[in-house]
């Protein structure tokens, strides 16, 4: 049987890798379940929210669609989400990314 693959994801472009890798919640006993936010879901996070800038604009300067920015966006709130609702681990790590052109990484969950 011949399994399909969509068309390879494009490398996103990002400004900063944050210094910062993890962030745990207090006030829960032991150790609480982990969730994984990408580099590049943290940098949309960045551009969309913080920054205040239009999906067509963070889209532009990630080198990507506005439609994949829209899908990378709701993604990466969603986790942000559930991991402050659930009193979650959230770890920042892997993604398709590269910055100063150079790809950094690239996470088991986008090899799927």
């Known amino acids: ?32 379940d982990e969730v994984v936010l990408g580099i590049d879901q943290l940098e949309a996070i960045r551009i969309a929210d ?3 800038q239009y999906h067509h604009l963070g889209a532009s300067s990630m080198g990507i669609s506005r439609s994949s ?6 993604t990466a709130r969603k986790t942000i989400a559930t991991a402050l609702v659930n009193g979650k681990i959230i770890r920042i790590e892997g993604g398709i990314y590269e910055q100063s052109n150079e790809i950094k990484s690239r996470s088991s969950e986008d090899s799927k």
Request: net charge positive.
């Open 50 to 52: 913080l920054e205040g």
């Open 69 to 74: 920015f829209g899908r990378i966006l709701k």
């Open 1 to 32: 049987m011949i399994l399909l693959k969509g068309r390879p994801k494009k490398i996103r472009k990002v400004k900063n890798v944050p210094g910062i890798r993890q962030f745990s919640p207090r006030g829960k006993p032991g150790r609480p």
